[in-house]
């Protein structure tokens, strides 16, 4: 008798567990379900946009890293070519002188005119007569009349400056090539220089004199 009844409350027992555990699988696999397929529809919805995004901005980063290396190779060949052009025009430039500069020399060498050839007083009378002035310089005489009037007052003073304070001329030579004349006159306060150079002497300009300068007759 109690044996038969412990048999029916094992049976019990292993109803209810089997009705138990049923419940808990459907409850289980209706959850997954569940999740699986709200995982499923996000993927679908949200990997797919994800994925163009990354590919835009890796598309962009390697397109923009592109053309700065197009700009950087355009800038480095165009200063290497500007240099190899700067090279080859230096390297002519030095050959044409390396050519031309010692027959230049040799001519002017030839040409040079001595110190003995210059002449002061002639020069300065030149000078303040206006004779290097251009044509439609305003103080350059005008007709015979003022030329005549140039001359006369160029020569007295010319001679004054000489008989009363005198003068001192200086050369100075450059390889034999040309003469500088530097004339102090204390009379008319001015310095004026020359340079002979090619078989003449040219008037170059005057300026006033300092006020220690000493001059000598």
């Given at each position: 008798m109690s044996?038969?009844?412990?048999?029916?409350?094992?049976?019990?027992?292993?109803?209810?567990?089997?009705?138990l555990t049923s419940v808990l699988?459907?409850?289980l696999g209706t959850t997954s379900a569940t999740s699986s397929s709200s995982s499923s529809s996000n993927n679908n919805n949200v990997s797919p946009p994800l994925a163009s995004d990354g590919e835009d901005v890796v598309h962009s980063f390697f397109s923009s890293a592109t053309l700065q290396n197009q700009d950087l190779w355009k800038?480095?060949?165009?200063i290497v070519g500007i240099w190899t052009i700067f090279r080859t025009l230096a390297s002519i430039l030095w050959q044409i002188a390396i050519g031309i500069l010692p027959t230049l020399w040799f001519y002017l060498y030839q040409t040079c005119p001595s110190r003995e050839s210059f002449e002061g007083r002639k020069e300065l009378k030149r000078v303040l007569r206006?004779?290097?002035?251009?044509?439609?310089?305003?103080?350059k005489p005008k007709g015979y009349m003022e030329s005549i009037m140039a001359k006369a007052s160029a020569s007295l003073m010319a001679e004054t400056a000489f008989a009363v304070t005198g003068m001192d001329i200086i050369f100075t030579s450059y390889q034999g090539a040309c003469l500088l004349v530097e004339m102090k006159v204390p009379s008319t306060t001015s310095k004026f220089y020359w340079i002979g150079i090619a078989g003449s002497w040219r008037y170059l300009y005057s300026r006033p004199l300092s006020n220690d300068t000493t001059t000598t007759k």
């Open positions: 044996k038969s009844k412990s048999d029916d409350e094992r049976s019990k027992f292993m109803m209810i567990a089997e009705g699988k459907s409850s800038t480095i060949v165009m206006g004779y290097h002035l251009s044509e439609d310089h305003p103080e």
